[in-house]
């Protein structure tokens, strides 16, 4: 990390000062981006909206409980994004968002959000922090980290194959009817050490919560649509054989 110049230092103190005019509690930075942008994702239409909130991000800590929370400077409303950071926080980074939950302020439904950042580093940047400081809190509140680790650090091609061996649709055998659907020939897909690696991901146990995070970002794949769109053709078509 290069050494912090003069120009940064002040503005960063300048930041704080901002931030604590907003919250006397807060009593440092510790991750920040320069520009961000809201959005929620919309269940119904299956789409990410933008939401009027984009400005500056800052994690700060807090003398007080909570002492953690991500905070962006609304530059589009006087309303300012404050998520409020503990052990039971659970948050996805999925190109080109870092997908969270977070409670509506009418009611205490969860939603989907996503954090678009201008810039992919200070994304990268401020999702280790976060991880960082979640697990921090785990230890500190006497939480086991271990379950929730799996499901932050759970990669993209785990979650979709923790999700199908749960409901107990083969791999190779969804990859080969996609295939057959494209009218393609290549259904060769690799089988080594399939026993051991179905029996590893069919011992991830996901949370309600944890479960809709992932098939929320799941869903913006095609790749995996398609799996799940040619085990639903193949269940119609042995439906429709054995009823005639």
């Known amino acids: 990390m290069p050494p912090i110049t003069v120009n940064q230092e002040a503005k960063r103190a300048a930041n704080l000062r901002v931030l ?57 409303s006087k309303e300012n994004l404050v998520v409020t950071l503990t052990s039971s926080f659970q948050m996805q980074m999925r190109e080109p968002y870092l997908i969270f939950r977070l409670a509506t302020n009418d009611s205490n439904e969860q939603k989907i959000h996503g954090i678009w950042f201008f810039n992919s580093e200070e994304r990268e940047a401020t999702s280790n922090i976060l991880d960082r400081i979640v697990k921090t809190l785990d230890l500190g509140e006497g939480e086991s980290s271990t379950k929730s680790d799996n499901v932050k650090s759970m990669s993209h091609t785990e979650a979709t194959a923790s999700l199908l061996s749960a409901l107990r649709i083969d791999r190779k055998e969804v990859a080969n009817s996609a295939a057959e659907e494209q009218g393609t020939e290549d259904k060769d897909i690799s089988a080594q050490n399939g026993n051991e690696e179905r029996q ?3 011992s991830v146990e996901l949370d309600k919560k944890s479960l809709q995070l992932s098939l929320m970002s799941l869903l913006q794949e095609d790749k995996f649509i398609d799996l799940i769109h040619a085990q639903y053709l193949k269940v119609v078509r042995a439906r429709k054989k054995t009823s005639g």
């Open 20 to 76: 604590q005019r907003m919250d006397n509690q807060i009593i440092d930075i510790v991750g920040s981006a320069t520009h961000v942008v809201l959005y929620e994702f919309n269940s119904s239409a299956q789409q990410w909206e933008k939401r009027n909130c984009e400005g500056s991000l800052f994690v700060v800590k807090r003398s007080d409980v909570p002492r953690f929370n991500m905070v962006v400077l609304n530059r589009s």
């Open 200 to 202: 590893q991901l069919q």
